[in-house]
């Protein structure tokens, strides 16, 4: 920012000021509350009025030509959002080809995640897939086998749905104790696209399943192989073979050219790179199949097929990358809820740990299998806060708390980890990660 812009907002404001007294004292509290609220309007009256006196107080900007069309073909954020990426934490796995990144929600608005910041994991690296040489196979217990191009598959009439996609090691780093000091690393293991594809049962209707056909392996390209085994319900249900994403083609970080999705599931059952669905009487077991992903219990047994994300929320404004820092005041508290089992009733809101609580007003689109956000509007008073939401969906459900989930689970497994979480808010407006039973 230049000087001249600096003085001249100074000058705008003692003008805005002089006007104030120039109203009757009794009109005058009710001018300056004007003033505050509507601070930006007052100024842009003002400070029109100055450009028009001295064109030198103009910002730097507004006096050359911008940049001018397709100079870059595919747009970019603005430098100054540089900030709002993926991050990964380097310690959690051995190398970046195995591994996982984080979507930075701290930094989003509404509920879309932008393509760009699409949390990732990959077992085995992203594979460089040429659509034209890529096929899906659908084959197993069906009667006529289908070998799809992805042309074929852009033939048939299309959906769009809104849904999250979530790995269940969400939070799994926090089952013993809190140590993951930012809002991107404690939740950021979920996104939520507009995806378009094809509904998977559309697909299984035309191969012809036979009658033993119960279920799916579903196959991906990438070197890892990853497979998983999906009940045919599931397929029948909500399942998509998706090309697109927030309405363009796949990323290939998230499995271009084309994926499958099970809303509301375990991200591992979205396989990427999707190559073939073999229909079986039973679950397969190798590889991911058996050894990784079941939720190992204290007394050593361990839950399978738990393959729904059950309802879950956080706060992302405050955290701890969101400190409140312009001391006591006005400020909306945000999060995001989702639910797995189907669509969010409502969210409430904790400043004192988990005693009381008060109803949070959702925002915006409140869709079925879709990250929903929520807003309670907060007078701060400047003193320490232990804050929580909670939200319950349409089944019922209702998001427990550490206490109760560990004292059903024990703190062994990775998975599946949806319990209330809480940020503590300092008398500076720093947040910190601290758990409550
Ligand atoms: N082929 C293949 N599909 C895959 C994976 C993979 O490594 N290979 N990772 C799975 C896991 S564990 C998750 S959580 C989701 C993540 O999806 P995203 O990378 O699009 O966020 O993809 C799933 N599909
Ligand atoms: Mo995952």
Redo the contacts with the bound molecule.
């Keep these: 920012m230049s000087k001249d812009y600096k003085q001249e907002q100074i000058s705008a404001m003692e003008e805005v000021r002089r006007q104030a007294m120039a109203v009757p004292a009794q009109n005058r509290r009710e001018f300056l509350r004007k003033g505050i609220t509507y601070s930006a309007a007052a100024l842009a009256g003002a400070t029109g009025a100055a450009h028009a006196k001295n064109e030198d107080m103009l910002p730097p900007w507004t006096k050359r030509l911008g940049r001018g069309v397709v100079e870059v073909p595919y747009g970019l954020p603005s430098p100054h959002a540089k900030h709002t990426i993926r991050r990964t934490v380097d310690w959690l796995t051995a190398d970046h080809i195995a591994s996982i990144s984080f979507t930075p929600l701290q930094d989003l608005k509404g509920i879309i995640t932008p393509n760009g910041l699409?949390?990732?994991?990959?077992?085995?690296g992203i594979p460089e897939v040429d659509p034209a040489q890529h096929h899906l196979m659908i084959h197993g217990l069906v009667d006529n086998p289908l070998m799809l191009s992805m042309d074929d598959l852009m033939r048939y009439p299309s959906e769009s749905h809104i849904k999250f996609?979530e790995?269940p090691a969400n939070g799994g780093m926090e089952w013993r104790g809190a140590q993951m000091e930012a809002l991107q690393f404690t939740h950021g293991?979920i996104?939520c696209c507009e995806w378009t594809g094809v509904p998977l049962k559309v697909l299984l209707e035309e191969a012809g399943i036979r009658p033993e056909g119960k279920w799916i392996l579903a196959e991906?390209a990438?070197a890892?192989g990853?497979t998983r085994s999906i009940p045919l319900e599931k397929a029948m249900d909500d399942a998509l073979i998706v090309y697109a994403q927030n309405g363009e083609l796949l990323r290939p970080?998230?499995?271009f050219p084309v994926r499958l999705l099970c809303p509301g599931w375990e991200?591992?059952t979205?396989?990427?790179?999707l190559r073939r669905l073999k229909i079986g009487d039973q679950p397969w077991h190798h590889r991911e199949e058996t050894s990784k992903y079941t939720d190992l219990l204290a007394d050593g047994t361990a839950r399978r097929f738990t393959w729904v994300m059950e309802s879950n929320s956080v706060i992302t404004s405050p955290c701890p990358e969101k400190p409140w820092k312009f001391g006591p005041g006005k400020y909306e508290i945000e999060g995001l809820a989702w639910s797995g089992n189907g669509t969010i009733k409502g969210v409430d809101v904790s400043i004192d740990g988990g005693v009381t609580w008060r109803e949070a007003k959702l925002k915006g689109l409140v869709l079925d299998k879709a990250l929903t956000r929520f807003s309670l509007e907060f007078e701060w008073d400047g003193s320490p806060l232990l804050l929580q939401s909670r939200s319950h969906d349409n089944t019922g459900y209702v998001q427990p708390t550490l206490g109760q989930l560990r004292d059903a689970r024990g703190v062994n497994s990775i998975y599946h980890k949806n319990s209330i979480h809480t940020w503590a808010v300092a008398e500076n407006g720093g947040v910190k990660n601290v758990q409550i039973d």
Excluded: I, P, T
Excluded at 270 to 273: A, G, L, N, T
């Design positions: 699409v949390f990732e994991r990959y077992h085995g996609l790995c293991m996104s991906g990438d890892a990853m970080e998230q499995g991200g591992n979205s396989v990427k790179w």
